[in-house]
């Protein structure tokens, strides 16, 4: 039996290669701020990096929202991960919540966010961190940090304009407004939207269909499609060969050849 890391406010699962993620402080929305979520969050992604029997991490929130990012009363406070002098608090995002993205960047395995309602601030960047997102007919998303006179500290302009280009993003950050599911699919945010019934059904169905791919093949995958992002043409290409001539000489390359030539051989 895998071992599950210890998590305090998360609920992890593994079936048939998809770990499933689920935030559990629906008392504050799943907050990130003032919980052990991103203690949790990174934890999940290292094991998940270390763990061979996972294949895809599906992420989504217990209760109404997905994450609403940081705690608005300790902002009040100026408590907790808010407190302090201009040093203090600097070092205070590095140290915490901006061990997210960067943990989030480096998994191995695609990455699927369920959200199930709400997600706002760097809840919304959360999301947004992931490969592929699904949402419910009750998702919001909003990049509501200037709302609150404050910056996307945890790196949300870095991601949202690579998803869905400068000029939108722009408009989303410095507006602050609310995003409702058919407008976020719309604008390329999420993949999908379907009914809340829906959505864990369909996110842990992509899950499986996605599991069920020669798993080695999959991180190489990943790892190239991160890579593509940064790299030049030349440079992309010489890796690739790399990663090919590494599929080639898998096991799990023939066996996908062998069922390919037994299914063309029923046809």
């Given at each position: 039996?895998?071992?599950?890391?210890?998590?305090?406010?998360?609920?992890?699962?593994?079936?048939?290669?998809?770990?499933?993620?689920?935030?559990d402080r629906h008392d504050v929305r799943n907050a990130?701020?003032?919980?052990?979520?991103?203690?949790?969050?990174?934890?999940?992604?290292?094991?998940?990096?270390?763990?061979?029997?996972?294949?895809?991490?599906?992420?989504?929130?217990?209760?109404?929202?997905?994450?609403?990012?940081?705690?608005?009363?300790?902002?009040?406070?100026?408590?907790?991960?808010?407190?302090?002098?201009?040093?203090?608090?600097?070092?205070?995002?590095?140290?915490?919540?901006?061990?997210?993205?960067?943990?989030?960047?480096?998994?191995?395995?695609?990455?699927?966010?369920?959200?199930?309602?709400?997600?706002?601030?760097?809840?919304?960047?959360?999301?947004?961190?992931?490969?592929?997102?699904?949402?419910?007919?009750?998702?919001?998303?909003?990049?509501?940090?200037?709302?609150?006179?404050?910056?996307?500290?945890?790196?949300?302009?870095?991601?949202?304009?690579?998803?869905?280009?400068?000029?939108?993003?722009?408009?989303?950050?410095?507006?602050?407004?609310?995003?409702?599911?058919?407008?976020?699919?719309?604008?390329?945010?999420?993949?999908?939207?379907?009914?809340?019934?829906?959505?864990?059904?369909?996110?842990?169905?992509?899950?499986?269909?996605?599991?069920?791919?020669?798993?080695?093949?999959?991180?190489?995958?990943?790892?190239?499609?991160?890579?593509?992002?940064?790299?030049?043409?030349?440079?992309?290409?010489?890796?690739?060969?790399?990663?090919?001539?590494?599929?080639?000489?898998?096991?799990?390359?023939?066996?996908?050849?062998?069922?390919?030539?037994?299914?063309?051989?029923?046809?």
């Open positions: 039996m895998t071992q599950l890391p210890p998590l305090t406010d998360a609920l992890l699962t593994l079936e048939q290669g998809v770990a499933l993620l689920t935030l990130l701020t003032g919980t052990h979520l991103i203690d949790d969050l990174v934890a999940t992604a290292e094991w998940v990096n270390g763990c061979e029997k996972v294949s895809v991490l599906v992420i989504t929130g217990a209760g109404s929202a997905f994450c609403a990012g940081g705690n608005i009363r300790d902002m009040a406070e100026r408590s907790g991960d808010f407190a302090g002098d201009v040093a203090e608090c600097a070092e205070r995002y590095r140290r915490g919540i901006q061990r997210i993205p960067l943990a989030m960047q480096a998994v191995e395995v695609p990455v699927i966010a369920a959200v199930n309602g709400p997600a706002i601030g760097a809840g919304f960047d959360l999301a947004n961190m992931a490969d592929i997102r699904i949402a419910s007919g009750k998702a919001r998303f909003g990049e509501t940090f200037l709302n609150l006179g404050i910056i996307p500290g945890d790196g949300g302009a870095w991601f949202l304009q690579r998803l869905i280009g400068y000029q939108r993003a722009a408009e989303l950050t410095f507006s602050g407004r609310i995003v409702e599911a058919a407008e976020a699919k719309d604008l390329g945010i999420v993949m999908e939207v379907v009914s809340p019934e829906e959505l864990m059904p369909r996110a842990l169905k992509l899950a499986a269909d996605i599991a069920g791919q020669p798993p080695k093949a999959i991180r190489l995958t990943k790892r190239l499609m991160k890579m593509a992002q940064r790299m030049e043409l030349k440079d992309f290409l010489d890796v690739c060969a790399c990663f090919q001539g590494m599929s080639h000489n898998e096991p799990e390359h023939m066996e996908a050849v062998e069922r390919m030539l037994a299914a063309m051989g029923r046809k």
